[in-house]
């Protein structure tokens, strides 16, 4: 069944419909709210140990509001197991699907 659902473009059963990380971020100058779709297969970049296995994921992304068009700058770290470690972001924060949702409906 789960094959169909997949053929088909449904959910996967326990997971997102699109396997995408979303980041919702504020922006600290004017505030705006920013939703960002990240795809773990291709954005998160190796770092690797002595032992040629990577020994965690980093992701770097440049976020800019439609506002007053500030860059934003995101660094998050994974596990091997693609599990997040640490998250930092210059310029602004972040803030859950929730207050994103209030923000853009305000």
């Given amino acids: 069944m789960d094959f169909l659902r997949r053929l088909f473009g449904g959910a996967p059963a326990g997971g997102s419909a699109d396997g995408a990380i979303h980041l919702y971020v504020r922006c600290s100058r004017c505030g705006s709210p920013v939703h960002v779709r990240v ?3 291709n954005d998160l970049v190796p770092e690797y140990g002595d032992d040629d296995i990577a020994a965690e994921y980093v992701l770097h992304k440049e976020i800019m ?3 007053c068009f500030r860059i934003m700058r995101a660094e998050l770290r994974y596990d091997r ?3 997040e470690t ?6 602004g924060e972040f803030i859950t699907r929730e207050e994103f949702d209030q923000l853009r409906s305000a």
């Fill in 81 to 83: 197991a693609r599990r």
């Fill in 39 to 41: 795809d773990p297969r």
């Fill in 65 to 67: 509001d439609s506002k």
């Fill in 86 to 91: 640490s998250r930092s972001l210059e310029g």
